[in-house]
Nanobody, 127 residues
């Protein structure tokens, strides 16, 4: 069983920045596709961003593009989500997920491409 540990969430004002981290303790650096999703209260889980195994290709939801940046440090088995210019609509629980061995960045927005999920970290943006 793969364990994903998210951190970095919190309560911030609109316009602020946060950096989320997703660590996979004990894993080798070859993490494959990694993604970030979020779920707001009363809404379905939605895709935010994804990055391929070597950190070359990325994919973003329209709501995240231009404000959020996904990156990874395979030496630390960690994936990051830098979130800038946060708005109240970004309020949600953010989850990281590890892609299946066959997952492609092309289909990164589909949660069926992921087989392990973290427990989430809460991000709250006040107006």
């Amino acid at each position: 069983q793969v364990q994903l540990v998210e951190s970095g969430g919190g309560l911030v004002q609109a316009g602020a920045s946060l950096r989320l981290s997703c660590a996979i303790p004990g894993r080798t650096p070859d993490l494959g596709l990694m993604g970030w999703f979020r779920q707001a209260l009363g809404k379905e889980r939605e895709f935010v961003a994804a990055i391929d195994g070597i950190g070359i290709s990325t994919s973003y939801a329209d709501s995240a593009r231009g404000r959020f940046t996904i990156s990874r440090d395979n030496a630390k088995n960690t994936v990051y989500l830098q979130m800038n210019r946060l708005i109240p609509e970004d309020t949600a629980t953010y989850y990281c997920a590890q892609g299946k061995s066959t997952a492609s960045i092309i289909y990164a927005a589909k949660d069926a491409m992921y087989d392990y999920w973290g427990h989430g970290t809460q991000v709250t943006v006040s107006s």
